[in-house]
């Protein structure tokens, strides 16, 4: 008998977004869920349409550019909001409607000060709604895991007859215990009666640490479809991180005896595109995808595995796109060397994007000696972020020291390409070189976090900022890294400043300084 398959969808862009501080501008997603798609997810959910007009364009561009999977875009269950999903999804190739609702007397009381027959009916007229405009339907009982059961078989049983093809089983408050939730799963299985005729799906929070325990007692009882964001991030603690899903269905195929089609030597690059563009590190001793994941430290686990892989391995590091070895390159270093290092590390450039990631190259390797992969992820992530930017640093030079009032020029290329000057000082040099970038891009924020930290070893290492700031209620993260700690600071604001702009809009421009 052939095996089932379990359905991979990717809530990066929507769930993963609402970690405070995740916000991510439309490029950065379109690249995402370029990504996923070379990841070979089932099902990329874009975002919530009706929650702002970013998220309605982010879904609509990526159900236009991103073909292969099935795009689906989160709706609340009301008509207006359903309408407003299916505009968003017009040119997908693949839609889904995927309609939520809580479902517990907590929320249906508190939350909502409904009954639960109001909420029956709601949910019904949404998936109706969401039927006529697409075939593929998913419905989530929102807090289903503190849902009275006898009332979600019947929210079930009412959502799939209004025509769901995906009931989707969320532990919104990441509460359940893996036996706990398997033994839900196999009572919906036994009371719904029209539950064959819709795929069963699991969507579980982390804030327990056990959304990966919880996906996995569930996919053994029945669940085909499995929810979770790379790296698992989310909302709070998290979702179910994606990679540590796949990896244990397919490295435990013997137990869960079910097949996936995600190309699992795209999690590496997947799991650092999403840790660069979000901010969020990826912590050295995390599952499948982190720094130590494969490294081998003690003597008799690095003589087990050099004389059999298999001895203290139990996945091939290959098999995830980890790169086989630590190589190094320097100035030395030809075009088809840095061609393949990088190909090695996931990145597929153009012939045009290859020259400029050459020259980009030559000039860090004129400044420092050896050129590892790390720094070589570090190039690629600067040029990803400075070719969507709206404000571009084309210079800075400070001048400071112990009997200097600190004082920073800065020189950046606003939209329309006009060349912006200003200068000031500060209490330190960093302070001195935003209060500069202040002066020009006139957005008025909180910074709230300032971090430094080296991509490798060494007084020539790239130094890597990562800061976040703050306007109204949403956080933006900005990341930038250079030689020069000073130049990386600058592009971490600059980086940061143009998510805030490409979300809430670009100000008038009332550059203080001079323009040529
Ligand atoms: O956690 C949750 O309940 C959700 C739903 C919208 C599926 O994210
Ligand atoms: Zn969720």
Do not use: W
Not at 319 to 339: E, H
């Amino acid at each position: 008998m052939p095996e089932d398959k379990v359905i991979i969808f990717d809530t990066t862009l929507r769930d993963g977004e609402q970690a405070a501080g995740a916000t991510m501008a439309l490029e950065e997603k379109l690249e995402i869920a370029r990504q996923l798609e070379r990841l070979r997810v089932d099902v990329i959910e874009a975002g919530f349409p009706a929650s702002s007009p970013g998220d309605f364009q982010a879904v609509q561009t990526i159900a236009r550019e991103v073909r292969a999977p099935i795009i689906a875009a989160l709706s609340h269950a009301t008509l207006d909001a359903v309408d407003r999903a299916a505009e968003a999804l017009k040119e997908a190739r693949h839609p889904r409607i995927h309609v939520f609702l809580s479902s517990s007397d907590i929320h249906i009381m508190h939350q909502l000060r409904k009954n639960r027959e109001e909420i029956m009916a709601m949910a019904v007229a949404a998936v109706e709604r969401a039927k006529k405009h697409c075939q593929d339907v998913e419905f989530s009982p929102m807090d289903a895991t503190r849902t009275e059961p006898e009332y979600l078989y019947a929210l079930l049983e009412a959502t799939i007859k209004a025509g769901a093809t995906t009931v989707n089983i969320p532990d919104t408050v990441g509460y359940a215990i893996p036996e706990e939730f398997a033994r839900l799963l196999v009572g919906i299985k036994e009371n719904v009666p029209n539950i064959d005729r819709a795929v069963l799906s699991v969507h579980c929070h982390n804030d327990l640490g056990l959304a990966v325990s919880n996906s996995l007692a569930a996919v053994r009882v029945g669940a085909r479809q499995v929810e979770g964001c790379i790296n698992g991030i989310g909302e709070r603690a998290g979702n179910a991180s994606l990679e540590e899903v796949v990896m244990g269905l397919i490295t435990r195929r013997d137990f869960f005896g079910v097949a996936v089609g995600v190309d699992t030597t795209q999690l590496y690059r997947t799991s650092r595109l999403v840790s660069d563009i979000t901010g969020f590190p990826v912590q050295p001793n995390k599952a499948i995808v982190g720094q130590n994941a494969f490294r081998h430290a003690s003597g008799i686990h690095q003589d087990g595995v050099l004389k059999e892989r298999t001895t203290f391995e139990i996945m091939d590091p290959h098999s995830i796109g980890i790169p086989s070895s630590a190589l190094v390159l320097g100035k030395l270093s030809g075009r088809a060397g840095l061609g393949s290092r990088l190909e090695e590390l996931g990145y597929r450039l153009t012939p045009e994007e290859m020259s400029q990631a050459f020259e980009a190259f030559k000039a860090l390797a004129d400044k420092k000696r050896e050129v590892t992969d790390r720094d070589l992820e570090a190039l690629m992530s600067d040029r990803r972020r400075t070719q969507v930017e709206m404000y571009r640093l084309e210079h800075v030079q400070v001048s400071c020291g112990d009997h200097e009032i600190p004082t920073a020029t800065v020189r950046l290329i606003d939209p329309q390409g006009r060349v912006l000057t200003d200068a000031a000082t500060g209490t330190g040099p960093v302070d001195a070189v935003y209060v500069a970038i202040n002066r020009i891009i006139q957005v008025p924020n909180t910074l709230k976090e300032f971090t430094i930290g080296s991509i490798t070893e060494g007084t020539d290492a790239i130094g890597d900022v990562t800061i976040r700031i703050q306007k109204g209620g949403r956080v933006y993260t900005g990341r930038g890294s250079s030689t020069d700690i000073l130049v990386a600071s600058a592009k971490a604001y600059i980086n940061a400043l143009n998510k805030l702009m490409a979300i809430e809009g670009v100000p008038e421009s009332k550059a203080a300084g001079s323009a040529t």
